[in-house]
């Protein structure tokens, strides 16, 4: 395995999926960052559905996501609950593969680039030095020979070379360049309403601001009126507050559920505040079928 290899292996551990923590096997972020929710009217569970079909992705804005779920709402599509996080490239297929192991309907995906992440990589290698000396020279011999007849001077000249070699072990760091972009990613998972609607709003309990506004802690306002309900055909609007049904003082969110429970399929009056005054609205309620 040479350098470039392991080095990717590297890369890949600890930067190919930011926003997970399961570096064994790929997990999808979708299914990891999941927080399953009910909007009020539903008792189902997001696990009940059989995945049949693959659902449908929107891919929107995050400056729309809030118009983008009322539309949905409008349509009696309920929220099953939501995914987010902030990490490396996810692909929007992983939330519709997530969305149909739920059952969902409708997927609506967001993400937006938030920054990058960049630096060096350090990767430290064994590594073989060699080290090769050679020495060169020359000799030379000189002598006188004796004998009966005289003498007789002598000289040589020897030149010689000798080369060895040493091998040292020892490390060596390279130090790699990356550059991650890192996303924030949104995915709400939908599915059509199962239940009977009896009213056909959405609605949450009063903010301390809208408390003080109307002079008091009793009411809830309506987030969402869904389409060819009763209260989309007598005219209830978002934003409306309700205070009443019939003389039954709606206390908060649970309250209005349970008058609805007992009233379902009755023609009652409602009290709404719209606009800082009071109006009655008259409506025929759906049998809690």
């Known amino acids: 395995m040479n350098k470039f290899h392991i080095f990717l292996l590297l890369f890949t551990f600890l930067f190919s999926n930011c926003a997970t923590t399961n570096k064994k096997a790929k997990t999808n972020p979708f299914k990891q960052y999941y927080e399953s929710f009910y909007t009020p009217q539903t008792s189902i569970s997001p696990y009940d559905s059989t995945p049949t079909k693959t659902p449908e992705l929107y891919e929107g ?22 995914s987010s996080f902030n990490g490396g490239k996810a692909d ?46 020359n000799v030379t011999d000189y002598g006188n020979i004796y004998g009966t007849d005289g003498s ?44 009977p609607i009896i009213l056909g709003v959405i609605f949450n309990n009063l903010s301390p601001d809208i408390k003080k506004r109307i002079g008091s802690n009793k009411g809830v306002i309506v987030t969402t009126v869904i389409n060819g309900t009763p209260a989309f055909m007598i005219d209830i609007l978002e934003g409306d507050i ?34 800082d005054k009071t109006i009655i609205k008259e409506v025929q309620l759906n049998e809690n079928k």
């Open 61 to 82: 804005n995050f400056n729309t996501a809030v118009q983008d779920i009322r539309t949905l709402e409008r349509a009696n599509y309920i929220v099953m609950g939501t």
């Open 92 to 137: 929007k297929e992983e939330a519709v593969v997530f969305g149909k192991e739920l059952g969902a309907d409708y997927v609506l995906f967001y993400s937006s680039y938030t920054n990058t992440i960049s630096g060096t990589l350090p990767v430290t290698l064994p590594s073989t030095k060699t080290e090769t000396t050679q020495k060169t020279g």
């Open 152 to 195: 007789a001077s002598l000289s040589g000249n020897t030149s010689y070379s000798e080369t060895s070699t040493k091998a040292t072990r020892e490390n060596k760091t390279t130090y790699f360049p990356y550059s991650v972009d890192r996303y924030n990613y949104a995915a709400v998972y939908f599915i059509g309403n199962p239940n």
């Open 242 to 275: 309700i205070r009443k049904i019939d003389s039954f003082v709606v206390i908060d969110s649970s309250s209005l559920y349970k008058l609805l429970d007992d009233h379902a399929g009755e023609n009652v009056k409602l009290e709404i505040i719209r606009d």
